[in-house]
């Protein structure tokens, strides 16, 4: 990045980044951690660890960026993480909250799509936020990875 000031458009994209980063670094240990606890170094739900260390990268990214590290494969990066992001919680909500995503037990119900991401999207404040805070910082980067490859 130059000497200057950032500007609006990558203050909103680095305040969107740290939400995210931050929901998924604490949710992810504080959830490992209570799997280390009963016993579980790698917990049978791997979401957890994948949370931690994805978030980590996501400040990694934004430690690289300020740098001046080339942006494209940083937004490109991080479009692909935000897309991982909602299609994973939605996915792994339709696939029966099963331990290792589409593998192990789990249960299995119909679903109409309108109701079921309603439903998940309002499930409680701190998906809402993931969720608004993961499509807002995918669709900021895009806007950045085009408008700055002009």
Known sequence: MDSEFPSPIHLVAGHLALVTAVI???LGLYNWFRW???GFLLPRDLR???FAVSGIAIVAGMVLA???WPRRPLYLGGIGLMVVYVLGYFGWHLSGHRPLFFLGQGSTHDVAVVPFVVEHLFAGPLEFLAIVSEVGLAIVLTYLLFAESE
């Open 36 to 38: 280390a606890r009963a």
């Open 24 to 26: 998924h670094v604490s």
């Open 48 to 50: 957890w660890p994948l």
């Open 66 to 68: 300020a740098q001046g």
